[in-house]
């Protein structure tokens, strides 16, 4: 009999077609503003953060860094978020010229 768990096995991934894995939003540095390029997890847990606002394209910025949690700003809003699910997240750095 085959267990299927928590789901955490199965990934699914939207990206833009860049070829660029990006950086984990988790790895991201505070105040630096970035663009998400992909976002990785099962697909309940990607439409979950797409409705919060993290989908591809959107800009983000992490706020503040909390051990384990995230502040990150997403266009007007505050998301906190944890370590696993902010590791689901792959951005791009945007340079000083919105690139």
Known sequence: ?????????????Q???????????????PNQEAEVV?????????RRLAHMGLHVGAKVKVIQQMGWHSIVQVGDCKVGLGMRAASGVLVRIIDGEGK
């Open 1 to 13: 009999m085959h267990s299927r768990g928590r789901g955490f096995g199965h990934r699914h991934r």
């Open 15 to 29: 990206d833009l077609g860049t070829g660029d894995d990006g950086l984990r939003l988790v790895d991201l540095p």
């Open 38 to 46: 992909g976002l990785t997890g099962p697909f309940h847990f990607c």
